[in-house]
């Protein structure tokens, strides 16, 4: 049963954010997953997200055929940031790929850290990969 609760203070934030126009070349795939991968953990730790741990992969994996891409996951002590890309521009039922979905969740007490992260990533991939953010969305969350 879900009981409608309400409440006028809300501490966390959650924002999805899609890009389109995200190509790397398969040769370049390792330098991109690093660059993107150390900068995110910067921009985290520099927005005061402390993070607990992370995993990440290129794909496709061995066991799992995949366009090529690659997903890295954060674990925060304030929730999580993921992203998940497809960066190859072949034909995937009829669209072409090139795309990344970002989603950060945090319950920071300074909701700053969340907004400055956004803003910090968003910035650093329009400008080092060129990529079109496609649609974003914030709610609030408990």
């Known amino acids: 049963m879900i009981r409608n609760i309400q409440t006028t203070t809300f501490r966390g934030k959650h924002s999805i954010l899609n890009y389109t126009n995200f190509f790397i070349k398969h040769k370049n795939i390792d ?3 690093t660059n993107i991968k150390l900068t ?3 921009i985290l730790t520099n927005n005061n997200l402390r993070i ?3 995993c990440s992969s290129i794909l ?5 055929p995949s366009p090529d891409g690659f997903t890295i996951c954060y674990l925060l002590d304030e929730s999580h940031m993921s992203l998940h890309s497809y960066t190859n521009n072949e034909l995937d039922r009829g669209e072409i790929i090139g795309k990344l979905a970002v989603d950060l969740f945090t319950c920071s007490p300074n909701p700053l850290n969340h907004h400055n992260t956004i803003r910090d990533l968003n910035k650093f ?4 990969y060129d990529v079109l953010l496609d649609s974003s ?6």
């Open 31 to 33: 330098a991109a997953f």
């Open 40 to 42: 995110c953990r910067n």
């Open 52 to 54: 607990v741990d992370s």
């Open 60 to 64: 496709p994996l061995k066991h799992c």
């Open 125 to 128: 991939l329009i400008e080092n």
């Open 137 to 142: 969305k914030t709610i609030d969350r408990f």
